[in-house]
């Protein structure tokens, strides 16, 4: 890894946790307020997600291990904001109906 | 209201003025990266940063204990047991950091010998409290967990949170233990003194401030008791899952196995994963109360908290943990800007906010609001913001040029401190700094003069209409 890869990987490492945070955020302020921009926000930050996820596996010179690590972080940050929700409106729905 | 709330008002208060001190020692210690030469054989850079970082932890500590003696009794609807040596415990408590602070200052450091270890120093990085002090701490922290256990198995009941957090309570006493031993060889030292270091941060105290943002969330927008318990429940789950192992990432360059490299950065790689959760769960109760709440400033700070949190632990730890980056960015000021962002998102935060909501209930108010809390919310965060993009280039560049070009050596490290960028850096960072000390100023304002919200909210209508 020359020193100039180590930055770049570095920045795309942060990249990609933000953009999973950008994701999950949109994606709950469009459940609360159903707008069309905001829900096309979150497609687009998730989209933003698997394209430096992308850019992690093919083009840095991180050890296989952490590329996979990468790659299946990139679909776990997918399910983490519906299952999330589900769960919380689950748990206020039965704590409402006792 | 209690006794053991009065208490942990009292706690809360001394949290404040420690607050205040780490703030005034973090600017002095900003000063030396620009000055090297400031204060040089007077007061030096060590003990300027000694004074601050552990100013980080008893500001902290003390608003975690100020926040479970004053949500304690409530939950249990009765005294906290054994609150007599409690509230002698914390003058002391309060007496043996005045101690220690003016020792650092005036004494600052020893000889060689058992007995600087046992009234000057330490010398271990955050526990540096001299070993009559560290008992001390052995022993408010003793007491404390008796004041919990006492009072649950008196009162015969126990919730949920309360459960959790007993069950956190051996550990965070048990861990402290690690100041003690006296270790020749450095990495057997270092090793375990990252158990604890590690452990308190990124397990207990989680587990800790979880609990106690429970207990927020309930009081502060009714939260369902069930709700928040159950998502405590995974909460830690999660957090201790990732974070206890993730203590590997710190073993870099102190002589550990390499095995420890895959094990740490495998496991705090997985931390953003809970923390995005807890982000959800922010936005979530965000939006079922229409970002409303009668105590503003308490409910910003807890929002403030979970993003916090995400983008200090989440966000910087996953840029920097894996180990071939860690490798470079270890120990540079890309750490620090870890550092800072993350104890200010995930713990800092969560104690404001339960300093406004005991301030709003201790003065009966039906809710606070007003200008002060936004001023001081901005500048505190603008601050820290700042101080951490700083840091952040001012690493980067260290990481680049000393680490990886420069191979670590004392030339590349003192070639480092002329680089254009970590100059700018370092000014950068000690003008948020002074940003941050504004936005610590207005905060102590405004807890002394807040008022309830029906009153705020008339004054300002009554300036905009004059």
Known sequence: MTPAQMLATALLLGAFVTAAGAYGLLYCAAQISDHKMIRTGGHLSYMGLCLIAFALVAFTPLH????????????????IPPVTWRYLARLHREERIR | MYRSQRLG????????????????????SSIYYIWPGFLLN????????????????????MGFLGAIYWFLPQELEREVEGIALAEILFWVFCAAVAVVVVVFIFVQYGSATEASM?????????????????????????????NVIGTAVKARKSTGILT????????????????????????EDLF??????????????????????????????????RVVESWLYVEVALVLGTGILGLGHHYFWIGTPRYWFAIGGFFSALEPLPLLGMVVHAVYDAGSHHLRAANRPAFYWTLA????????????????????????SHGTQWTASHGHFAFWGAYGCGVIAVLYLALEKSRGYEGLDGRAWKWSFALLNIGMLGMVGALLVAGMDQAFYERAIGGSTWGAFLAMEGRPWFVEGMWARFAFGLVFACGYAILVYDLLAARPREAAVSESMAAAGS
């Open chain 2, 118 to 146: 046992w009234f000057i120093n330490q010398g271990r990085k955050y526990v540096e409290a001299p070993r009559w002090a560290a008992l001390g701490i052995v022993a408010v922290m003793g007491v404390f967990a008796y």
């Open chain 2, 9 to 28: 008002l009292k706690y809360l208060t001394a949290s404040t003025v420690m607050f205040g001190a780490m703030v005034a020692f973090g600017v002095l």
């Open chain 2, 305 to 328: 908290e979970a993003f916090g949190n995400f983008i200090g632990g989440g966000v910087w730890g996953f840029m920097m943990t894996l180990p071939q980056i860690n490798l470079y």
């Open chain 2, 164 to 187: 959790v957090l007993m069950f956190d309570l051996v550990p965070l006493v048990v861990l402290y233990l690690d100041a003690f031993p006296e270790m020749r060889n450095m990495s």
């Open chain 2, 42 to 61: 007077v007061f030096n850079f060590n003990s300027a940063k000694i004074v601050h970082i552990d100013g980080l932890v008893i500001w902290l500590l």
């Open chain 1, 64 to 79: 296989l291990g952490w590329k996979v690590l990468v790659a299946v972080s990139c679909a776990i940050y997918l399910m």
């Open chain 2, 192 to 225: 375990w003194w990252w158990w604890l270091v590690h452990l308190w941060v990124e397990a207990t105290w989680e587990v800790l401030i979880g609990c106690i943002m429970a207990w927020t969330l309930i009081h502060l927008v009714g939260a369902s008791r």
